[in-house]
Nanobody
Framework: QVQLVESGGGLVQAGGSLRLSCAGS????????INWYRQAPGKERELVAT???????NYVSSVKGRFTISRDNAKNTVDLQLNNLKPEDTGVYYC?????????WGQGTQVTVSS
């Protein structure tokens, strides 16, 4: 049974930093591209960052230069470092990956950035 568990969210002032972590269970986690999504109140879920199983990364333009995604396959974790946070980064952040016909999601972790 695949499980994804996010942690590290919280309340921070604008300009601050947080580090989110996604812990995955199962052998397919380390073989998959892992995504971080976020959903702000009243908005659609948005893909923020992706890391492939080989370590290549991709970011939505609004977070480039501020967020960094990384992975530790030995620990089955993918982290998202959030720097220079802005109020518009507020939302629930979700870890996700797809394997064959399955789409796995964590429960999400809340990030709130105050101005």
């Amino acid at each position: 049974q695949v499980q994804l568990v996010e942690s590290g969210g919280g309340l921070v002032q604008a300009g601050g930093s947080l580090r989110l972590s996604c812990a995955g269970s199962g052998s397919t986690f380390s073989m998959s591209s892992i995504n971080w999504y976020r959903q702000a109140p009243g908005k659609e879920r948005e893909l923020v960052a992706t890391i492939t199983n080989g370590g290549s990364t991709n970011y939505v333009s609004s977070v480039k230069g501020r967020f960094t995604i990384s992975r530790d396959n030995a620990k089955n974790t993918v982290d998202l470092q959030l720097n220079n946070l802005k109020p518009e980064d507020t939302g629930v952040y979700y870890c996700n990956y797809k394997w064959l016909w399955s789409d796995y999601w964590g429960q999400g972790t809340q990030v709130t950035v105050s101005s």
